[in-house]
């Protein structure tokens, strides 16, 4: 199984709502990725779990939570969004975060848009 | 820091054509690996192909090769024998052996097959 799955597929929510992205892996992996892709725009890195602890921040604001409950489950909960935030969350995994020939593997995506 | 550039923001081929898409990046490390990604209309990021710095033999697999060229910091990917679902966004991806499993990526090129 090479799989990463992503639910919800599409997320349509307030500024004052809270929800939540969910990301799961079977492939055993120990590092989990959060992305943030406008559109015809490469991926921007955001957050990195390396072993279900949080590694990188990439300076994100505090309006996206990152949380790792465990090795195969890595969720992005979403407060007080701006409409700027409206984007494709992307998640990813890979065997482990440093060394050796180590391919991120990517999900489908959640399109989220921001009213 | 290590920059990527993809310098072709969109390209059309011919079905049974072929196509090369250029890439080019710079950095002062000797080792680190270069990736293609292909991402399609329906999202979800795919590996088309990896380069290892320290290996001079082209990467290949299946009709897509790259022609790697280190001194020139030069990796781009041929498309052969073009078929309709090579349509996509493809993304070339830099990562340095040093630090994490941090991807650099370019600005995409879109690449249009016509029937």
């Known amino acids: 199984d090479t799989e990463v799955t992503q639910t919800p597929k599409h997320l349509v929510m307030g500024m004052t709502n809270k929800k939540s992205l969910k990301c799961e892996q079977h492939?055993?992996?120990?590092?989990m990725y959060w992305y943030k892709q406008k559109a015809k725009k490469p991926p921007e890195l955001m957050f990195v779990?390396?072993?279900?602890?949080?590694?990188i921040n990439e300076s994100v604001p505090s309006r996206f939570s990152p949380e790792c409950p465990n090795s195969s489950l890595l969720n992005l909960h979403l407060h007080a969004l701006q409409p700027e935030d409206s984007a494709l969350y992307l998640c990813a995994s890979s065997q482990v975060w440093a060394g050796g020939n180590n391919e991120q593997f990517f999900g489908p995506g959640t399109r989220l848009t921001v009213l | 820091a290590q920059t990527v550039t993809q310098s072709q923001p969109e390209m059309s081929v011919q079905e049974a054509e072929t196509v090369t898409l250029s890439c080019t990046y710079d950095?002062?490390?000797?080792?680190?690996?270069l990736f293609w990604y292909k991402q399609p209309p329906s999202r979800q990021m795919i590996l088309v192909i990896r380069?290892?710095?320290?290996?001079?033999q082209n990467a290949t697999e299946n009709r897509f090769s790259v022609n790697f060229q280190k001194a020139a910091k030069s990796f781009s990917l041929k498309i052969s024998d073009s078929q309709l679902g090579d349509a996509a966004m493809y993304f070339c991806a830099y990562r340095s052996l040093l630090g994490g499993n941090k991807l650099v990526f370019g600005a995409g090129t879109i690449l249009r097959v016509k029937s």
């Open positions: 492939m055993g992996h120990r590092a």
């Open positions: 950095t002062s490390e000797s080792d680190y690996y």
């Open positions: 380069q290892e710095a320290y290996k001079q």
């Open positions: 779990y390396s072993y279900e602890k949080l590694s």
